[in-house]
Structure formats: C-alpha cells, structure tokens
C-alpha cells in the first residue's frame, strides 16, 4: 500500500493497534499536512468531489445576504475560501464579516480570515454562520448487540472496521442520546462547541445550513470524491467524509443553553426570505434557474434544511 493509503498522522507502516472511528476521520479531515480540509484538492462545484447549495450562482448568498440586513456582523465558520462570503457581501458591502477556516483568504479580500486555532473574538448581536458545517464534525459510531455496547474501530492495513465493547468513555456517550434502533452517530465535540458559538454572538442568531434527518440517527457515514461515493475509510486526505446532521441532537443542546430554535427545510426559508421582495430582487434568468433548482422538493431544497437559533429573551421574529 502507499503512503496515501494511510491516515495523514500515521507512518506508511501498517499500525498495530486500532483507531477509533472519530480520530480517524478527524485526521483524514484536518491533519495540518495532509488533511482533506487543509489543502487545496478540496474546493467544491463542478471540479471538485461535492455540490453544496453555495455553488449555484451566488444565489444562496444574495438571500443571505437579504437575511443579513440588520446584522451587525457575520461570523462564518468553515467558510472555506470565502465563496459564500463574497456572494453576501457583494449585495451588503457594509457588513463586518469574519471567516473562521484554515483556508488563506484571497488578495484583497473584503473579511477578515481568522484560524479555527484561535479564539473567536464575540460579536455582541451578530450572526454565526455555518453552510455544511456539522455534517464534517467527526463521529463515533455505537451498538447494542445482544445486550453488549460495542463501538465502531477500524483495524490495520486493510482498514477493516471491527465492533469491540465500549470502554467507561463511550459507554456513557452512548447513554448520553435517547436509545435507538441500528447504528447511533454521535459527534462528541458537538456540544463543547455550540457553546463555544453561542458565546461568540451574545444576543444575536445562529443559522446553520446543512442536510439532515429531523429525529434519530442513522448509519450515514460515507466518502465522496470526484462526485462519486466511495468505499469506507478509502483515499484519506483525498476524500470528504460526511455524515447526516441529527437535527433534534442540535436542538436539545442548544435549548438546553438557553436558545429556541426553528429547523425548515432549505424550500421553505428561501421562500419565507424572498417571496416579499421578489419583485425588488429582480433575478436574472441565470439565477432564477439556480433558484429553481435550490427550491426544488426533488433537489437540494428538501435535501438540506436551515436551523435558525436565537436567546430565550429575543423574539424569533423574521428568519
């Protein structure tokens, strides 16, 4: 096997012990050398290994930016290489906008490229933002097989997953969620997190736009490169890894913390945002075909879904 063929962090040797599911797809996603997020073979749209609602013209950008109006600010995290940055602020220039990505910004961009490594200064009103954020947040993977607790691990040189009990550690990840039926997907950095983004915008709003199931969890896990999925734990650091987005996981947390939240699909919150300005928006024909299709119950606007979170003491008002 070749070197690329072996997660980022370890030696083109085959290892002798297991590695657990989420360290394995944290390295193969943000390793600082070879990681599929830290390097430039990762750019989605028609060249690269996925689609994503961003790359349809700008017009997810334009609504946005509709959206953004009254905000004082945008913190965006995992924005890339400012793509959708660019579309929101072309229609409001006046906004301060920061990025938060390992990504280097363009010459003369008009934000601010901030490291994930390093705190988030707060935006007291502002907007945390997150396009296809959570669905890359690595995960662990569980089971109850005959009344034992086992976890997902992926072995040696062939890369072949094996279940093996749960150690104290999982075991109370496990119980952590509501029981369900098959595999359970829990992302264990997820609430550290949402907290950290809570605080980052004092009475303000969060919106995340991803794809997701509303309740449960599922056995999603999977790969894409060149727009094809591929064979579990396949390419490391050439491959997206990506899993389905619990909705009603992100809802608890944050409900706990103190914030109400709304999920609609991506249809339903385009529309709310645009339907009363159409006419004021004046779509050229290319972008109503993007709009269409980010609309459609067919394609992406049924496929993704936007959670709106905002503090207990602040109306939810306009989405």
């Given at each position: ?141 569980f089971r109850k097989s005959e009344c034992i607790e086992e976890e997902y691990w992926v072995f040696d040189s062939s890369w072949e997953p094996q279940w ?65 999925q591929v064979p579990p734990f396949s390419k490391p650091g050439y491959t997206d890894w990506t899993a389905t987005v619990s909705w009603k996981r992100i ?69």
């Open positions: 096997m070749s070197d690329a063929d072996y997660p980022p962090y370890w030696p083109a040797s085959a290892p002798s012990q297991p590695i657990r599911t989420d360290l394995w797809i944290e390295a193969a996603l943000y390793d600082p050398k070879r990681g599929y997020y830290r390097n430039d073979r990762r750019e989605p749209g028609a060249d690269g290994d996925f689609h994503t609602p961003v790359h349809l013209g700008g017009v997810l950008g334009r609504v946005l930016a509709l959206s953004l109006a009254h905000s004082p600010g945008v913190i965006e995290v995992g924005g890339g290489n400012g793509k959708l940055a660019k579309a929101i602020l072309t229609h409001q220039p006046q906004l301060l906008y920061r990025v938060v990505d390992y990504s280097r910004p363009p010459p003369g961009a008009p934000w601010i490229q901030e490291s994930p490594e390093s705190p988030i200064s707060p935006l007291r009103g502002g907007t945390l933002l997150g396009v296809e954020l959570l669905d890359a947040l690595p995960i662990r993977r093996l009990p749960t150690d104290e550690e999982g075991s109370s990840l496990f119980h952590s969620v509501p029981p369900g039926e098959g595999i359970l997907e829990i992302r264990p950095s997820l609430e550290s997190l949402l907290t950290t983004w809570t605080r980052c915008v004092p009475q303000g709003r969060i919106l995340f736009v991803d794809y997701g199931a509303p309740t449960g969890w599922r056995d999603s896990l999977r790969g894409f490169r060149g727009h094809q809802q608890s947390l944050l409900e706990k913390g103190g914030w109400t939240t709304e999920v609609q699909t991506l249809t339903l919150w385009l529309l709310d945002q645009v339907e009363p300005l159409w006419e004021e928006l004046s779509f050229s024909p290319q972008e109503q075909l993007a709009f269409k299709e980010l609309i459609s119950p067919l394609g992406l606007g049924e496929t993704f879904q936007v959670l709106t979170a905002r503090p207990v003491n602040l109306s939810m008002g306009s989405n």
